[in-house]
């Protein structure tokens, strides 16, 4: 019979056992060209939780169309946002990754790694998978960094997981946190982060709270994505002390022809800045880290949108990044979420001596 499972011939028995935790992002192109931006394009979306339709139509018309055109426009646009570090999504949550493995170290005091992976390009989930297997881990906590549950974005990092895992012979405890969209610590940090924007450049008259969008189709066949954006954003707004005229809910960056849950950000804002409402700032709340979606969208071409129409004053606060505040939340996130999980390192651990020496008279009774 040929060899299913993934085996750790290279494991010891009595390895000490180790916490794991495996923060996701979507991903984004290697380099800011079009070879790349189609490289990685292809892969996203070709994943059916993104494009929800028969597999035939919709790869005529990925590589019929989409892929032919959409790169060369795209690379333009990571170009103009790409940094010294590369593209912002990946350092940024490079940064967040070793921040929070030195928060977890600091109070765990417990072998605990924390590993990035993106859902598409680089670092796959299956080699972040494989470092943690490799570091002996007994215990695995995924947190995909979407506060908002979505099957386009958790869902799919789900799958990707599961598809890895269900592939090792000793499979860990494993637990998924499919959404933090009203964790206190999460609401505490953008509040933070919206005050001390405020603190340096005043008020706005008007408050946009923007989260990408899904198509509306995904939404009727029973995604939770929208209602969790609306009480992220009620949830601060609260505690801001916000009326009901000074803030709002919308969607941004729109894919494809098909209707998206409204409204849109970029129609909004051009009906602000029509309206003569002087300033606007926005946030994103949905996005762990600044990307093109919100350094190009938003504080680029939806701040053209507003100013044209007749707005004065834009700002875009930016996304929560590996600002301490943000790292504390995602820390508070993991101790809710591994209760119990440092007894059962210990306890394992204490055992290692006995399976030391059982694994030392099994291994001599083997036939040589
Ligand atoms: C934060 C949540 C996100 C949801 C929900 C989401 C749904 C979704 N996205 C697309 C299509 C594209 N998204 C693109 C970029 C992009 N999307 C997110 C997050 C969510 N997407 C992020 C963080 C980024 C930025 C990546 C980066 O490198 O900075 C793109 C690529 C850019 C482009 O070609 O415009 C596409 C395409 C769909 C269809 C969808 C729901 C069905
Ligand atoms: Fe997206
Ligand atoms: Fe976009």
Not at 48 to 62: G, K, N, Q, S, V
């Amino acid at each position: 019979m040929p060899i299913k499972f993934y085996n750790s011939s290279d494991y010891h028995h009595d390895s000490l056992p180790t916490l794991g935790i495996l923060l996701v992002n979507l991903g984004t192109p290697a380099a800011p060209t079009p070879a790349a931006v189609r490289r990685y394009l292809g892969e996203f979306l070709a994943d059916p939780r993104i494009t929800e339709m028969p597999r035939w139509l919709w790869w005529l018309i990925l590589h019929g169309i989409i892929l032919r055109v959409r790169p060369r426009r795209v690379a333009q646009s990571y170009q103009q946002i790409w940094t010294a570090a590369g593209s912002p999504l990946l350092a940024i949550s490079q940064a967040q990754c070793q921040a929070l493995q030195q928060a977890v170290t600091h109070h765990f005091n417990l072998p605990i790694t924390v590993v990035l992976a993106m859902r598409y390009g680089q670092p796959t989930i299956a080699s972040g998978l494989e470092q943690l297997r490799q570091a002996h881990v007994r215990n695995l906590l995924i947190l995909p960094l979407y506060p908002q549950y979505a099957s386009a974005t958790t869902g799919s990092t789900f799958e990707a997981v599961a598809e890895v895992l269900k592939r090792w012979r000793w499979i860990p405890t494993v637990h998924f946190i499919s959404h933090y969209h009203d964790h206190p610590a999460y609401i505490r940090a953008l509040v933070t982060q919206i005050q001390q924007d405020w603190n340096h450049h005043g008020k706005p008259d008007k408050l946009l709270f923007s989260f990408h969008g899904i198509p509306k189709r995904f939404f009727l066949a029973g995604d939770p994505y929208p209602g969790e954006c609306y009480k992220t954003a009620r949830l601060v707004a609260e505690r801001l002390n916000l009326s009901e005229q000074q803030w709002q809910t919308v969607f941004q960056s729109r894919f494809g022809r098909e209707e998206w849950i409204k409204p849109y950000t970029n129609d909004t804002l051009k009906l602000l800045g029509q309206a003569g409402t002087k300033r606007v700032d926005v946030i994103c709340p949905g996005f762990a880290a600044d990307c093109l979606e919100t350094l190009m969208e938003i504080a680029q071409e939806d701040r053209h949108y507003f100013l044209q129409a007749g707005g004065q004053e834009f700002h875009y606060i930016p996304a929560l990044n590996a600002t301490s505040e943000h790292i504390q939340a995602l820390l508070e996130l993991v101790i809710q979420h591994t209760q119990g999980w440092s007894e059962c390192v210990y306890s394992q651990s204490e055992s290692v001596q006995a399976v030391r020496q059982r694994v030392h008279r099994m291994e001599n009774d083997l036939p040589k």
